[in-house]
């Protein structure tokens, strides 16, 4: 009856299946354990009529202009005019972050900033990127000075409370997300859209499962469903011959058999203020104080106005145990991590048409854009296999 079972309806499962209902694949079915679509793009209104992001900030952001098209197809955008902006509470002042030539001269004043900024722009071109790591083995011992303010006041704790280990311990990709900028560009990232969908994502996702061959079936987990017994899947005990996409963790999928693969999980702390304003702006870090990493303020998120008062999220994260209600949030890539997760995906390799697919399956730290970048190739891929 079904040519692909889906399991997960977040951005890569979703965009998967509609990617191959389009295209003409059969019928999808799209499992879903949360009783919702989205994933943890899953927003919705809280009991104040404020827009939450239910699982903490998601800001779209993207270069790709062939993602961003694909997605238009199911929203509109409300697109930040001056890009995202975070900036670091520290010492009791806003600085921006990333770390860039503004925050230089706010923390080092005018007239030893000017020389600092010459220092490195000649290092490493006007309009560079340099990672914190890279910054503090400088040879010059002004910048390495920069660079041990930034490691602290904006990488070391922060980075403690998220992973629970220090910057030099955790993958060096993670913190060369937020690299030091030699600019004067005060956005949290560098891409040409940023924004997030004008009605939520919850809408978006809804639009883009609403297909006539999709069907999702809400609050059933795959284990329940599907199963993999003598190098065959079995959907419902019977031999399915159709495509399955995996997009949840593989771990728990295989019964832990080889141990438990590491994730961080986050509590999300949520707060309804009867004050217009909390922060000003939609989120601070606090990089150097409090047991949380940052605070959202919805309302500058999502752009909605006219909210009767304004509801805020403190984020604290933690190991995940695969206690009941926690969330694997953050794939932890280390090389002993990256062994585990192999031998867990070495269990599918032998599997026909098992895809494994979105940050859990891969034990990757993907943006959204690149996971609907890979979910598109990877219909395509599906479908040239049936050609
Ligand atoms: N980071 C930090 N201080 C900050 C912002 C980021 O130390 O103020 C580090 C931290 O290790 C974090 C990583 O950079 O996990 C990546 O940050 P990003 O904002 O991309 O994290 P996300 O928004 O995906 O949670």
């Not at 959907?235 to 399955?244: A, K, R, T």
């Amino acid at each position: 009856m079904y040519q692909t079972v889906v399991i997960g309806a977040g951005i890569a499962g979703a965009v998967a299946a509609r990617a191959l209902a389009e295209a003409g694949s059969g019928r999808v079915l799209v499992l879903e354990k949360r009783e919702h679509i989205g994933g943890n793009c899953y927003d919705r209104p809280d009991e104040h009529g404020i827009l939450i992001h239910a699982y903490g900030p998601h800001i779209f952001h993207t270069n790709d202009e062939g993602v961003f098209e694909y997605l238009s197809r199911f929203t509109d955008w409300y697109l930040y005019p001056d890009g995202h902006q975070v900036v670091a509470e520290v010492e009791g002042r806003h600085i921006p972050i990333p770390f860039n030539l503004n925050t230089l001269h706010l923390v080092y004043g005018e007239e030893k900033a000017k020389v600092l900024e010459q220092k490195l722009v000649s290092a490493y071109g006007a309009g560079s990127r340099v990672g914190i790591l890279e910054l503090k083995k400088s040879k010059d011992a002004d910048i390495r000075q920069i660079a041990e303010y930034v490691y602290e006041n904006i990488f070391l704790r922060y980075t403690m409370k998220q992973w629970g280990q220090t910057p030099e311990e955790i993958s060096p990709e993670v913190t060369g997300r937020v690299p030091v900028l030699i600019s004067r560009d005060n956005r949290y990232f560098q891409d040409k859209y940023q924004g997030v969908p004008k009605h939520g994502f919850t809408p978006m996702f809804e639009r883009l499962l609403a297909h006539e061959a999709i069907e999702v079936q809400l609050g059933v987990s795959a284990k329940e469903r599907i199963t993999v017994k003598d190098g065959a899947v079995l959907l419902d005990g019977e031999l399915f011959s159709g495509d399955v996409i995996f997009t949840g963790a593989l771990d728990e999928f295989f019964d832990c058999r080889f141990g438990r693969l590491p994730y961080r999980s986050l509590r999300f702390d949520f707060e309804h203020l009867d004050e217009t304003d909390f922060q000003g702006r939609p989120v601070v870090n606090y990089t150097v104080s409090e047991d949380f990493t940052r605070i959202t303020e919805f309302q500058y998120l999502t752009g909605q106005t006219g909210c009767d008062g304004t509801t805020i999220v403190r984020e604290y994260p933690f190991a995940y145990s695969g206690a009941p209600g926690e969330i694997p949030y953050y794939a932890i890539l280390n090389e002993e991590n990256g062994v585990l997760y192999e031998k867990y995906r070495g269990l599918t390799a032998g599997l026909a048409n098992f895809y494994l697919l979105g940050r859990l399956a891969a034990y990757k730290y993907y943006n959204m854009d690149v996971m609907v970048q890979k979910a598109l190739t990877l219909a395509e891929r599906i479908m040239e296999e049936k050609r």
